[in-house]
């Protein structure tokens, strides 16, 4: 059995998060943070339920991302969907 070692002056540490110079950098944020379906519900203002039965549906294109069992929405998305959805002329005054 393999064993980590929790040293962070590991050498055995990947060389895909190190910089030119050899120093460790961290990784990049997401481009766009993840909501659970329950946040997601809430940053549309509608119920938890109607948001997972137009999933099941495919009523809306709506992207979800998968991880495991666990369904997430991108804000991105939810943005880029209340964009979609608003009719009628915006005025910047």
């Known amino acids: 059995m393999q064993r980590f ?3 962070t002056n590991d050498k055995n540490t990947s060389d895909s998060n190190k ?3 050899g120093r460790v950098v961290p990784f990049a944020k997401p481009q766009s943070e993840l909501l659970s379906r329950k946040a997601a519900a809430e940053y ?6 109607t948001l997972a039965v137009w999933t ?4 809306y294109e709506l992207p979800i991302v998968k991880i495991g069992r666990l369904v997430r929405y991108k804000k991105s998305d939810l943005d880029k969907f209340i964009e979609r959805r608003t ?3 915006v005025s910047s005054e």
């Open 56 to 59: 099941c549906t495919q009523r």
């Open 19 to 21: 910089g030119s110079d």
């Open 44 to 49: 549309l203002q509608i119920k938890e339920q």
């Open 5 to 7: 070692n929790k040293n």
């Open 87 to 89: 009719k009628g002329l």
